[in-house]
Nanobody, 123 residues
Framework: QVQLEESGGGLVQAGGSLRLSCAASGRTVSSYSLGWFRQAPGKDRDFVAAISRSGGSTDYADSVKGRFTISRDNAKNTVYLQMNSLKPEDTAVYYC????????????????WGQGTQVTVSS
């Protein structure tokens, strides 16, 4: 079992930056691929970024590529999402997730989810 808890969300102006963290408890996250999804009101929970078990491979949604960076520190059981050049359309609840399979883009490829942290980008 893995428990995930996101932190670092908040209210920022367009063009600003935030760094989200997701701390894991229970089993070490080194056994899992990790990812970030986001969900805006009335919309689906969509893929943002993912990282492989070793941290050697990453994947990003086209909408955030070049602006967001996912990283992990297995010694601290933590995954991060650095978000730069934020846009109003980035406003959403951001969820971290862990899965026993590859670092995919589908929700059903992951096994564990945090409760989410709100990111609001003012226009």
């Amino acid at each position: 079992q893995v428990q995930l808890e996101e932190s670092g969300g908040g209210l920022v102006q367009a063009g600003g930056s935030l760094r989200l963290s997701c701390a894991a408890s229970g089993r070490t996250v080194s056994s899992y691929s990790l990812g970030w999804f986001r969900q805006a009101p009335g919309k689906d929970r969509d893929f943002v970024a993912a990282i492989s078990r070793s941290g050697g491979s990453t994947d990003y949604a086209d909408s955030v590529k070049g602006r967001f960076t996912i990283s992990r520190d297995n010694a601290k059981n933590t995954v991060y999402l650095q978000m730069n050049s934020l846009k109003p359309e980035d406003t959403a609840v951001y969820y971290c997730t862990a899965g026993a399979s590859w670092y995919g883009r589908r929700r059903d490829e992951y096994n564990y989810w945090g409760q989410g942290t709100q990111v609001t980008v003012s226009s």
